[in-house]
C-alpha cells in the first residue's frame, strides 16, 4: 500500500471498530443504583445493536503511529448502516479532506486534492476476522472479548469498560469504550496495537434512524478522478 495511505492501517482507521459505538447507542438501560456490572452493561450494548439501524454522528479522531512518533488530528460526520455499510466525511483540516465509503463489498478511498480513489476489497482493508464477524453483524462481545472495568464505577460519571481480544491479535491489543450513564451513548471509544499504535475516537451529536436517500453508501467517481483498484480485485 502506498505510503500516503499509511493512514488506512488499524491504529489510524477505526472503522472495522467503530461498530463497538454503534452497539452502545443509547441502550436503554435501567441501572439499580450504581452497583451494575460490565458484564451487565455489554450485555444491553449487544441487544441494542441488535435493533440499531441507521445512525449519524460527529467525530474526533486523534492517532498517533509509534513509528513516525507523532500525533495526527481529524474530525467529520460519521453514518452507518446495518450490517456493513459505512461512510466517513473527513472534514478537516481542510488539506487532509477525504471520503472512505464502505458499500459492504468494496471500500473507497477518495483523496479530492488528489483527484484519485482507491478501491479495496472489504477484505483486504478489515483485516481481522473480529472485524469481520463486527461487520456481519454477528459479533459476540463477550465471547470475542474478557470484559472488565477499565476503572471502578462509583455510581457517577462516564463508565469506563475495558475489552480484551479473547485470541491474541497484533492489530488489536485492547479496547475502552466511555459510555455516558445517563443516556447510554458511547462517548469515546479507544484502542492500542502490539505496534504501540494508538487511536482515540471521540463522538457526539449522534442521531438515530436518520433517513438517507438511496444510493447514500454508493460512490461514484467524479469526472476526470482516476480510479484505482488493488491488484486481483
Known amino acids: 500500500m502506498p505510503k500516503k495511505y499509511e493512514w488506512l492501517q488499524p491504529a489510524a482507521a477505526p472503522w472495522g471498530f467503530i461498530l463497538l459505538m454503534a452497539l ?6 435501567v441501572c439499580q443504583g ?9 450485555t ?35 453514518y452507518f448502516k446495518k450490517p456493513s455499510q459505512m461512510r466517513w466525511d473527513y472534514q478537516s483540516p481542510a488539506a487532509q479532506k477525504k471520503e472512505v465509503i464502505a458499500d459492504g463489498r ?21 483485516r481481522s ?8 453483524g454477528i459479533g459476540e462481545l463477550q465471547r470475542d472479548f474478557t470484559v472488565s472495568w477499565n476503572t471502578p ?24 469504550l466511555t459510555i455516558d450513564p445517563q443516556t447510554y451513548l458511547v462517548q ?17 451529536g449522534t442521531q438515530l434512524n436518520v433517513s438517507l436517500e438511496p444510493g447514500f453508501f454508493k460512490f461514484t467517481p467524479p469526472p476526470g478522478v482516476q480510479v484505482v483498484r488493488e491488484k486481483g480485485n
Not at 129 to 136: A, G, K, P, Q, T
Not at 153 to 176: A, C, E, F, N
Not at 189 to 204: H, Q
Request: charged residues 20%; proline residues 5%.
Open 24 to 29: 452502545g447507542l443509547t441502550c436503554g438501560l
Open 34 to 42: 450504581w452497583a451494575i456490572t460490565p458484564e451487565e452493561v455489554i
Open 44 to 78: 444491553q450494548v449487544q441487544k441494542q445493536y441488535d435493533s440499531t439501524g441507521v445512525f449519524k454522528t460527529r467525530f474526533r479522531q486523534e492517532s498517533k503511529l509509534k513509528s513516525q512518533g507523532a500525533g495526527d488530528t481529524a474530525e467529520g460526520l460519521l
Open 106 to 126: 468494496e471500500v473507497h478511498i477518495y483523496i479530492p486534492q488528489d483527484k484519485t480513489v482507491m478501491v479495496y476489497p472489504m477484505k483486504q482493508v478489515m
Open 129 to 136: 476476522d473480529l472485524v469481520m464477524r463486527f461487520f456481519s
Open 153 to 176: 464505577y462509583q455510581g457517577s460519571g462516564p463508565m469506563r469498560i475495558l475489552l480484551k481480544p479473547v485470541k491474541t491479535q497484533p492489530d488489536l491489543k485492547d479496547l475502552v
Open 188 to 204: 469515546t471509544l479507544e484502542f492500542s496495537n502490539a505496534y504501540g499504535d494508538f487511536t482515540r475516537m471521540n463522538f457526539s
